[in-house]
């Protein structure tokens, strides 16, 4: 899971006597056994009595005061979050907004919130009309909140949308569903969204609609973009509105949009919500920001539930795969329902073609439940990261790993092999690679998968999933179509080549593809990291190097292990593996191709680690520079064979050529 945002300066966390006596007390307050814990979805908040030095130190008064110990949790992100620091913008908005809770300290790690006395609205009224009282005060919050001066609110992104540009703002929140929400999940979540009917190109096809192409131009203000019943707080009836920490600044239509939709208005209470906003906008003198609202408004509307589905399918089914024990029939069902009630609402403007009965959406959950990308999946990240005894595995480590790296004054490299084993390059042989890093950032390197960042099939596992794909072929009638060796290989890519050189394109290819992808996913489970590729990725990454994976293995396997990894964000999504087409596999520079394509890198440009003879021959294709990884002289031989000139026995030779700690 993500960490929560980076702070920013402005939070540091201050220093001095004054602020440690502050920090223990408050972490003090944070144990108080009396405290009462409301958890959000982003944050879990312990509300605890303000003690009388505390309160001294923070210059407020106790008086049976409360404070609210606020601390993010790491999520899946499904939402933008334009400003990392809620701190920050609280500042601003408590300014202008006296009810909304202002941050005591910043601690870094969680902050210390003064607390709103009195009950959420989701307890007073959890469904249901909620009265035209509580509907004029919404009303005039967004008016409210529209009237904080944008000068006064943190910087914005780079390349945010101007004022006015209505439409390049709703198309930035779309391409931000597909390209941070949709498209990096899609890789666990593929087989679900198949199954209950959500195409792949469902949210940029709903971006091509022509009322998206028309919105008219609106005056941007704050929006807090998440005023649904939980976040609203009633006191003597009086509201404040908490949790601002998915704040933005954009086109009003979009945060009563997701007001609207959050909140489950009848009609007859949507109705008038639309039209108490229009009226307090216009009063506040804010009318410019109404134009267009009959036409535009049922576009964020749609959006709204468009971009829904997929966080609510992926919550469904997480809530599945990580609960406690194991999922029983009124799990499954209650999960249906859920998704179930997503597709109906997002049916029109997603144009699905049909929306599943909730036997079928039952039935596709517990497909995924059971597959390598859920409950496995979920037991395997509840164990915790990848450990430091699993990454050092002798199996993965050669014991002539150890280097010491120079640089000469004349620019060369000089190796000392510590201990004897495999094959040790020499400066010569190193210095076309140094050369290309040195290059850095105008570089881009390739990895490959099984071997340069983990061992997929140690101790020739991969034999078990070859006898699978055996199985199915025999099973179709096929197995004439293996030669011998293909009958005996351990290599599962060597039956599906040859399965789709005799028979392309067929049902029984497509097969094949769907077992090796479920194989290697089970295997990316389990895999353990190559030593030294997390410090290398990270080195290259510190460095402004462009990096990718580059593979024969399906791009779910390699985004699963980059996942335990963490080294998800690293190569964000530039993973190239295996397509629909076999006849694209290695040798054929295909993936390398693909990767340099998206890089924006010349083949001169960018160097492959690689460590099998097919890999040599697609970067010799691609014509990139090569370098072999071989943890054994018979590796090392193999891909000397296929012409390899430099082969290094661990990834240590390049941290050292980074100037990194190779340990």
Aim: glycine residues 6%; proline residues 8%; contains cysteine.
């Amino acid at each position: 899971m993500p960490s929560p945002p980076p702070r920013t300066p402005h939070e540091a966390p201050k220093s001095g006597r004054r602020e440690s006596w502050i920090r223990r007390l408050a972490d003090a307050h944070r144990e108080h056994p009396d405290r009462h814990v409301v958890a959000g979805h982003h944050n879990i908040n312990y509300v605890v009595p303000l003690g009388w030095c505390l309160a001294l130190l923070l210059r407020t008064m106790p008086f049976r005061a409360r404070v609210k110990c606020r601390m993010p949790r790491d999520v899946v992100e499904v939402v933008p979050r334009i400003w990392p620091s809620e701190t920050e913008l609280l500042a601003v908005v408590s300014r202008h907004l006296e009810e909304v809770p202002r941050c005591l300290r910043d601690f870094g790690d969680w902050a210390l919130h003064s607390y709103r006395a009195g009950r959420a609205l989701s307890e007073e009224k959890p469904t249901g009309p909620v009265g035209p009282g509580m509907l004029r005060s919404f009303a005039e919050f967004f008016a409210r909140a529209a009237s904080v001066p944008a000068r006064e609110l943190p910087p914005r992104p780079t390349g945010w949308p101007e004022s006015g540009q209505s439409r390049e703002f709703l198309h930035w929140l779309i391409d931000y569903t597909d390209g941070r929400v949709h498209g990096p999940n899609r890789w666990r979540f593929e087989d679900l969204f198949t199954a209950v009917g959500v195409r792949r190109d469902a949210i940029t096809a709903f971006r091509d609609d022509p009322r998206c192409q028309s919105l008219a131009s609106r005056p941007f203000c704050l929006l807090h973009t998440d005023v649904h019943r939980a976040n609203v707080v009633v006191d003597r009836k009086q509201i404040a509105v908490i949790d601002w920490e998915l704040a933005m600044y954009g086109d009003p239509l979009h945060d009563l949009a997701t007001h609207l939709v959050r909140m489950e208005y009848d009609k007859d209470e949507h109705l008038l919500m639309r039209e108490l906003w229009t009226a307090a906008m216009e009063r506040a003198g804010h009318g410019a920001m109404t134009r267009g609202m009959e036409e535009d408004l049922p576009v964020y509307l749609d959006f709204e539930y468009a971009q829904s589905v997929f966080p609510d399918i992926m919550r469904a089914a997480l809530d599945l795969a990580e609960a406690p024990e194991e999922a029983g029939a009124p799990a499954f069902a209650g999960a249906a329902a859920r998704v179930c009630r997503a597709l109906r609402r997002a049916a029109e403007p997603l144009r699905l073609a049909e929306v599943p009965e909730e036997g079928r959406a039952e039935r596709a959950l517990r497909d995924w439940y059971a597959g390598p990308f859920g409950r496995a999946l979920s037991l395997e990240e509840r164990r915790g990261p990848l450990s430091a005894t699993r990454r050092a595995a002798p199996a993965t480590r050669p014991a002539a790993a150890a280097l010491v790296v120079d640089e000469a004054r004349d620019g060369t490299y000089t190796l000392e092999a510590r201990e004897p084993g495999a094959h040790e390059p020499g400066a010569r042989e190193l210095q076309p690679v140094a050369d290309l890093l040195d290059a850095a950032p105008d570089c881009c390197v390739l990895f490959g998968f099984d071997g340069p960042l983990c061992r997929l099939y140690p101790d020739g596992s991969s034999r078990r999933v070859a006898d699978e794909l055996r199985k199915h072929v025999r099973a179709s009638g096929y197995e004439d179509l293996l030669t011998p060796r293909e009958e005996r290989t351990a290599d599962p890519h060597d039956v599906l080549r040859a399965l789709d050189r005799a028979r392309p394109g067929s049902e029984v290819v497509t097969r094949l593809q769907e077992l090796l992808t479920v194989g290697e996913a089970r295997a990316a489970l389990t895999a353990s990291r190559t030593p030294g590729a997390a410090e290398l990725v990270r080195e290259l990454r510190r460095r402004q190097v462009r990096i990718a994976v580059v593979t024969d293995n399906s791009p779910r396997a390699v985004a699963a292990h980059l996942h335990r990894s963490g080294l998800s964000a690293a190569f964000g999504p530039h993973i190239y593996g295996r397509t629909d087409s076999p006849s694209l596999l290695e040798p054929h520079p295909d993936s390398l191709e693909r990767a340099l394509n998206a890089l924006g890198a010349e083949p001169a440009d960018a160097l492959m680690i690689g460590n099998t003879a097919t890999e040599v021959l697609a970067a010799r294709n691609a014509k990139v520079l090569f370098v072999g990884h071989a943890h054994d002289e018979a590796g090392e031989r193999a891909l000397r064979d296929a012409g390899a000139e430099v082969v290094v026995p661990s990834l240590d030779p390049l941290l050292g050529l980074l100037g990194a700690d190779p340990s």
